[in-house]
């Protein structure tokens, strides 16, 4: 077992794992951190998108012991107490999803395109999201939610 | 899916990762950002006893300027070698490229030396290495010595590293004045692997075409130089002599087939990817 601690969603946790624990397994089954999902597993599909340092990684192809001493964002991070960030409550305005399932990843991959690219065009934003997938909507609404994310974060500079 | 077990020691040195690799024997890995490793490690298409992280190994974090060339570390993320302003003024071939490996979150952690030594033929930055006729720096129990990419990729998945061999950093001579450059890359789906992918550089004066480089990805077991191509593209003026060259690209070469295209539709695809990849960098 080694030895590690992080920040996770703003809160010092830290614990022992085996070497081979996947940082998503760590956050979710260690943590209770449950928002991020496993979807694929073989690092193709994007739901377990989470920032790690405020980069967009994709949690099932890191390893707990990497991230030891870092600071991680998960989609339970994103709100502000009770005031949802701007991309969720696009997400919902626009209804950039269907089961869900893959909403967390792709919630988490936008947030680090805004960071990255605050002003994308429409093709800017499927290429930043195309490591990230919908098998329900056919990504337009999300397309949508993202551009409308884009302004609201925008204006309210 | 959850590896089978393994031991893990943090590098924080080259010596010491050249250390932990010996004491590790055969079963040890080299781990850095594991977007390649840790899916074939999830799969159990591997199962090393050890892997030693040198993803933050100061030596190999850095991007130098070596005169005549620029020094890559091999723990250098793809996404840093896209931003990394050195690379983007002497080796832009290299940052355009490393612009469509996979996606944004894999470029965050996978590294450029970790592509090049994972030696997949569907990768594009090994490409752009035997493109630019790149030296891999290698630190072993010996000491270092330095591969040129053509003697690097072996086989697939297979280099002129050792067991026990760690890839430090990458030398990217610089390329000069007059030198342009693309990179096509032919994939089905988004963040997909190159089904076949061509990087050209080309120096040109007064529109004519001097000097080129050519290479292949994913048309044989490691990266291929497209050395008609680039004999035939000397002295080339006009969009006709650039497409009789490009016409050359799948010369000698035995590509696989797979799901995705069999070996003639790749041989077809490298031609008409070389032409376009040519016609953008030189503007001809």
Known sequence: MTHISATVDGVHRQGDVEPR??????????LGQVGTTVGCDTSNCGACTVLVEGRSVKSCSVLAVQIDGKSVTTIQGLAEGEEWHPVQKAF??????????????????????????????EAEIREGLEGNLCRCTGYHNIVKAVAMAAAEMGASK | MIPASFDYVKATSVDGAVAALVKG????????????????????????????????????????????SILIGAS????????????????????????????PAIRHKGTFGGSVAHADPAGDLPTVAAALDCEMVIAGPNGRRTVAAKD???????????????????????????WSYNYQKFNRTAQAWAIVGVAAAVKSENGTITEARVALTNMGATPIRATGVEAALAGASSSEAIAAAAS????????????????????????VLTRRAVQAASGI
């Open chain 1, 92 to 121: 919902k305005e626009c209804h950039g999803l269907q089961c869900g399932y893959c909403t967390p990843g792709m919630v988490m991959a936008s947030v680090d395109l805004l960071n990255e690219n605050p002003n994308p065009t």
């Open chain 2, 76 to 103: 250098v993320t793809t996404y840093e070698v896209m931003h990394n302003e050195l690379v983007k003024e002497h080796a832009g071939l290299l940052s355009l490229t490393a612009g469509v490996v996979a996606d």
């Open chain 2, 152 to 178: 690097f990729f072996v086989d697939y998945f297979t280099t002129a590293l050792a067991a026990d061999e760690v890839l430090v950093a990458v030398r990217v001579p610089k390329l000069g004045a007059g």
């Open chain 2, 248 to 271: 050359k690209a799948a010369d000698g070469t035995s590509p696989t087939s797979d799901l995705h295209a069999d070996g003639e539709y790749r041989k077809h695809l490298a031609q």
């Open chain 1, 21 to 30: 624990t996947l940082l998503v397994h760590w956050l979710r089954e260690s």
């Open chain 2, 25 to 68: 024997g055969e079963d040890a890995k080299v781990l850095g950002g594991g977007q390649s490793l840790l899916p074939v490690l999830r799969l159990r298409l591997n199962a090393p006893s050890v892997l030693i992280d040198v993803s933050e190994v100061g030596e190999m974090r850095s991007v130098t300027d070596d005169g005549d």
